[in-house]
């Protein structure tokens, strides 16, 4: 909540950092848990979204599993206090440190996505005397309408195993003894607003899941990935994405067999919404063409506008009146695409004004690098009594 306290207490903070709202996060947790809970929905959540501290805690403690892509994010699950029993491993090239280090804690699942990563885990896990449950990560070609960057589930993308694939893997599973295979798994892609492409996933993993027990493979996992998108334009109009609606859907369309259970890996739709990145004006800029406001955050601190071209509402905290002046809001590092919105809308800013970008919480930390040799991200938390 961005009230006068708390941006009273941002003007004695050095900037730019993360500002997270914990009650926020808490009341987004709350209802995807009541949400899922009412069809016996799993959720783990996809860590790489935010791995910030404060932020998984609370995470773990709503009693989500933890959904890793390294054998980093698995340590870190576990440290936090996340049940291995809860953890799964997905990712495209995991390496073999990666896979014995998840054998040795008995993680859950192995999300595994290819023919060739089957072998090698079983023989890691035949190496350390363990058999390793597994999920098979299917491409089900759904176009997921999203931007081309972040869609995973088609088949040119090099995410899962495709379907003219899958008896090669029902063959090679016949002769490994070291793995089992428990589920299959899912992900169509990221920032999902079009609620009926999950419609659409559901339909190719009835067909999938027929195709596994026609062949006397029982499945007792399916796992449909995350995806669940969020208001970037209106995050105070909706601060807390449509659980509700999204799981409904998987309940409706989804065939579940006796002994099944439904999990999902929900990162953006969980905490986006709760992460600000404050940012104070460096300099205003005011030419013919163009106004500049120069902010002392850059793409260093969050990638998705330079890498996505990705919208975040950004608005001038400090002042709210005044006459309205059309910015390009940019970062000080030496790249063009350091910039964060074009001709944004706001009152005539000064120099020292403070900057929110907003729903900067999914993928905005986690993302931040060292590029042009910039301090560490800094974060700082917001929780009610
Ligand atoms: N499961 C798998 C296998 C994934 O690859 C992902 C995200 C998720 C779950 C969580 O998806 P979510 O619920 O957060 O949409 N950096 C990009 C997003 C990349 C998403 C990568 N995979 C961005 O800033 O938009």
Redesign the pocket.
């Given at each position: 909540m961005l009230n006068k306290d708390t941006l009273s207490a941002f003007q004695q903070q050095e900037t730019p950092f993360y500002y997270y709202d914990l009650n926020l996060l808490q009341q987004t947790l709350d209802s995807c848990k009541e949400a899922a809970d009412k069809y016996d929905f799993h959720v783990h959540y996809?860590m790489?979204?935010n791995f910030n501290q404060r932020v998984i805690e609370k995470i773990k403690e709503v009693g989500f599993g933890a959904?890793c892509?390294s054998g980093n994010e698995v340590k870190k699950a576990i440290e936090v206090g996340f049940a291995p029993d809860k953890i799964v491993f997905?990712?495209v090239g995991k390496s073999d440190r990666e896979i014995s280090l998840a054998l040795e804690n008995d993680i859950f699942c192995f999300?595994v996505e290819s023919v060739q990563e089957l072998g090698v885990i079983n023989e890691l896990a035949a190496l350390a005397g363990k058999v390793a449950k597994v999920a098979l990560?299917i491409n089900p070609n759904v176009d997921a309408h999203t931007?081309a960057?972040?869609t995973?589930g088609l088949e040119e993308n090099k995410?899962g195993i495709n379907q003219w694939d899958l008896h090669a893997c029902t063959d090679a599973l016949k002769t490994l003894p070291n793995v089992k295979l428990i589920g299959i798994?899912f992900?169509i892609?990221?920032?999902?607003t079009n609620l009926t492409v999950f419609k659409s996933l559901c339909v190719k993993v009835n067909e999938i899941s027929s195709w596994f027990e026609e062949r006397g493979f029982h499945l007792s996992i399916l796992n449909v990935?995350?995806?669940?998108?969020i208001d970037y334009h209106n995050p105070d109009e909706k601060p807390v994405a449509d659980f509700e609606h999204y799981f409904q859907i998987f309940d409706q369309f989804l065939e579940r067999k006796a002994g099944q259970e439904v999990h999902f890996?929900?990162?953006?739709?969980?905490v986006a919404h709760s992460g600000t990145l404050i940012s104070r004006i460096l300099y205003v800029k005011n030419g013919i063409k163009k106004h500049f406001l120069v902010l002392d955050a850059g793409m260093t601190e969050l990638?998705?506008p330079a890498?996505?071209q990705?919208y975040h509402k950004i608005e001038n905290i400090s002042r709210t009146e005044g006459e309205v002046v059309k910015y390009d809001i940019v970062g000080p590092i030496c790249e063009s695409t350091d910039c964060f919105g074009k001709e944004v809308e706001m009152p005539a800013s000064l120099r020292g004004d403070l900057i929110a970008i907003r729903s900067a919480g999914?993928?905005?930390e986690v993302?931040a690098s060292r590029y042009n040799l910039r301090e560490d991200v800094r974060s700082f938390y917001y929780q009610a009594d």
């Amino acid at each position: 909540m961005l009230n006068k306290d708390t941006l009273s207490a941002f003007q004695q903070q050095e900037t730019p950092f993360y500002y997270y709202d914990l009650n926020l996060l808490q009341q987004t947790l709350d209802s995807c848990k009541e949400a899922a809970d009412k069809y016996d929905f799993h959720v783990h959540y996809a860590m790489k979204a935010n791995f910030n501290q404060r932020v998984i805690e609370k995470i773990k403690e709503v009693g989500f599993g933890a959904d890793c892509v390294s054998g980093n994010e698995v340590k870190k699950a576990i440290e936090v206090g996340f049940a291995p029993d809860k953890i799964v491993f997905a990712g495209v090239g995991k390496s073999d440190r990666e896979i014995s280090l998840a054998l040795e804690n008995d993680i859950f699942c192995f999300n595994v996505e290819s023919v060739q990563e089957l072998g090698v885990i079983n023989e890691l896990a035949a190496l350390a005397g363990k058999v390793a449950k597994v999920a098979l990560r299917i491409n089900p070609n759904v176009d997921a309408h999203t931007h081309a960057n972040i869609t995973t589930g088609l088949e040119e993308n090099k995410f899962g195993i495709n379907q003219w694939d899958l008896h090669a893997c029902t063959d090679a599973l016949k002769t490994l003894p070291n793995v089992k295979l428990i589920g299959i798994h899912f992900h169509i892609g990221s920032q999902i607003t079009n609620l009926t492409v999950f419609k659409s996933l559901c339909v190719k993993v009835n067909e999938i899941s027929s195709w596994f027990e026609e062949r006397g493979f029982h499945l007792s996992i399916l796992n449909v990935g995350g995806g669940l998108g969020i208001d970037y334009h209106n995050p105070d109009e909706k601060p807390v994405a449509d659980f509700e609606h999204y799981f409904q859907i998987f309940d409706q369309f989804l065939e579940r067999k006796a002994g099944q259970e439904v999990h999902f890996e929900l990162g953006r739709a969980l905490v986006a919404h709760s992460g600000t990145l404050i940012s104070r004006i460096l300099y205003v800029k005011n030419g013919i063409k163009k106004h500049f406001l120069v902010l002392d955050a850059g793409m260093t601190e969050l990638m998705r506008p330079a890498l996505y071209q990705a919208y975040h509402k950004i608005e001038n905290i400090s002042r709210t009146e005044g006459e309205v002046v059309k910015y390009d809001i940019v970062g000080p590092i030496c790249e063009s695409t350091d910039c964060f919105g074009k001709e944004v809308e706001m009152p005539a800013s000064l120099r020292g004004d403070l900057i929110a970008i907003r729903s900067a919480g999914a993928y905005g930390e986690v993302m931040a690098s060292r590029y042009n040799l910039r301090e560490d991200v800094r974060s700082f938390y917001y929780q009610a009594d």
